[in-house]
């Protein structure tokens, strides 16, 4: 069994960290700029990137475990 799943799970932690760096630089370029549009929009945005970050980082070590007990069997195969 491919270790994808886990391998996805970890990627989809990073992307949501990259996402919370790029609204956090946006919204310090917009604040630079005087948008107040783009700021309040992506100063609203930001905390649900970090609540999906979160939640990604907390359900790791259940994937992982998830994981370890399937690849234990040699009949399961992971679904495609």
Known sequence: ?????????MAGYVFENVEIATYTV????AKA???K?????????LPQEKAMAKW???HLPE????FLARS???ELEAKK
Do not use: N, R, W
Request: charged share 30%; with cysteine.
């Open 56 to 58: 990604i980082l907390d």
């Open 37 to 45: 549009q783009t700021q309040a929009a992506c100063e609203k945005i």
């Open 72 to 74: 234990e069997d040699p």
């Open 1 to 9: 069994m491919s270790d994808e799943v886990v391998k996805g799970a």
């Open 63 to 66: 994937i992982t475990e998830a």
């Open 26 to 29: 946006l919204i310090a370029a």
């Open 33 to 35: 700029a005087g948008d």
